[in-house]
């Protein structure tokens, strides 16, 4: 079951840097959660909300609970700071994709089910189209 999460405002910047390292270094993104999406299973999606609007997702290829022999796989290779801790849940994705249109939705803690939000399910079936590797670049301008 795909998810939704929002990304700070405070982190938007960050988010923007460490989406450019991906993108030149081929690496993936993460994402932790104090609990794990129960429902939520590798091959599916997590989208995000940034400023307000759901902008895009990621396809998950990963799904592991930190303890402290995976501790460093938390840090983040562009601002040094390392994310979760012991008996976090560590969401690893790549293949962004950019939402065609971006679509109104309040940011919020957490995560929630995309399958439990009706407003959100209808909107983002068939609303998506590959337009590049870099969240929160310049080159969003749709």
Not at 26 to 47: A, C, M, Q, V
Not at 73 to 99: A, E, F, H, P, S
């Amino acid at each position: 079951m795909d998810i939704i999460t929002t990304t700070p405002k405070g982190e938007n910047e960050n988010s923007a840097a460490e989406a450019k390292f991906v993108n030149e270094h081929g690496s993936h993104y993460f994402r932790t959660f104090p609990r794990r999406p129960k429902l939520l299973k590798e091959g599916d999606k997590i989208y995000f909300v940034e400023n307000g609007y759901v902008t895009g997702y990621g396809e998950i290829f990963e799904i592991v609970q930190l303890d402290h022999y995976n501790i460093e796989n938390v840090m983040c290779l562009t601002t040094g700071r390392l994310w979760g801790q012991r008996g976090y849940w560590l969401i690893k994705y790549d293949n962004w994709t950019w939402l065609e249109r971006k679509i109104p939705y309040k940011g919020f803690m957490g995560f929630r089910y995309i399958h439990r939000i009706p407003y959100l399910s209808v909107r983002l079936r068939n609303k998506t189209t590959r337009l590049g590797p870099v969240p929160g670049g310049r080159d969003n301008t749709r």
